[in-house]
């Protein structure tokens, strides 16, 4: 991070389209920097485990990886876990706090019956222009060691008990600069990815990589078919992450309701990214007909952050 703060200080990492926010790779670094003195004033270890329950959003992307930034461990939750997994893995995390979102406060407290952790607990808005950890003095960040767990993620569960997998910080960079690497991605890219922050998709594709390559992220609350071209087109996208589900939806509406691009107003995007699941071949051939974007299929894991081909 301090790299590129200092290399680009200006350069927008995170394009929030909702409450029309951004925030600079620098703006970042010191928002970090609030944020673990704030930490360190509530108690929780230099290393300990933060707990994430928010939908995308500004805050969301900014706790996500400032958390890391100082050495701590970051936990995003699903959001659409049922309350029995939720309780699970609040339980199995070790988390000290959680940060949620005023929306997910139904779902919460639907699994908090059975929770025998006790940690802190803090309301917040995605969409917040500042975060509460901003009153506090910043302080320079200590250095992180590339075995130190980064990022505590939790399996989909839909075959049983969802299964806490711990990536390190080499893991996490080993991914961005992969990843990378593949798709020739610099500091002159820009994502539009609507997947979750709570999923390995959105955690190391969308979010990990283009900070890594030093890029910009587009982050909607969620897929809009109505609004993703727009975001696209708005922001001048040169990739688009996407799972077969959205591809569907997009060929749909295009045939359906004519929400179609021209060639013109899409000539930002390089290619597009279908992961998460098989892309139907007929469907793959599809979009790419329809739109004129190339799009790459990839294939990952949790335990391998995101990457296996």
Known sequence: MQYWAQ?????????APEPNLTITYQALLI??????????????????????????????????????????????FNLLAPP???????????IEILFYAPKNRDALQA???NVKRRFLMIELDPDAAVGPYMDS??????????????????????????????????????????IGAWHSLSQRDIVL????????????ISTITPFYTGGGIVAPHHFSVSAWWNL???????????????????????????????TEDLKSIRFGRSASAPLPPEQH?????????????????????????
Not at 138 to 147: F, N, Q, S
Not at 235 to 262: D, E, F
């Open 232 to 262: 696209a087109v708005r922001y001048q996208a040169t990739w688009i992450n996407m799972v077969p589900t959205i591809i569907a939806y997009l060929i749909n509406a295009a045939k359906s309701s004519g929400i179609r691009p021209s």
């Open 285 to 309: 051939k599809e979009f790419e007909a329809l739109f004129g974007i190339t799009v790459i299929e990839a294939m990952g894991m949790t335990e391998s952050s995101s990457m296996v081909f």
């Open 193 to 204: 990815s609507s997947l979750p922050i709570y999923h390995i998709n959105g955690q190391c």
């Open 7 to 15: 290399e680009q200080a200006n350069q927008v990492l995170l394009y």
């Open 84 to 94: 029995e997994q939720l309780a699970y893995a609040l339980d199995h995390s070790d």
């Open 31 to 76: 928002e970090a920097e609030h944020l673990h003195t704030w930490l360190d004033a509530q108690g929780i270890s230099p290393y300990g485990h933060i707990g994430l329950f928010m939908h995308n959003g500004r805050q969301t992307t900014t706790l996500f990886l400032a958390t890391m930034v100082g050495g701590r461990v970051i936990t995003p």
């Open 111 to 113: 699994a908090l019956p």
């Open 137 to 178: 003095q910043a302080k320079t960040l200590p250095p992180v060691k590339p075995e130190q767990g980064a990022l505590l993620m939790y399996t989909s569960g839909t075959t049983g008990t969802p299964k806490g997998v711990l990536l390190n910080h080499a893991n996490l960079m080993h991914a961005g600069k992969s």
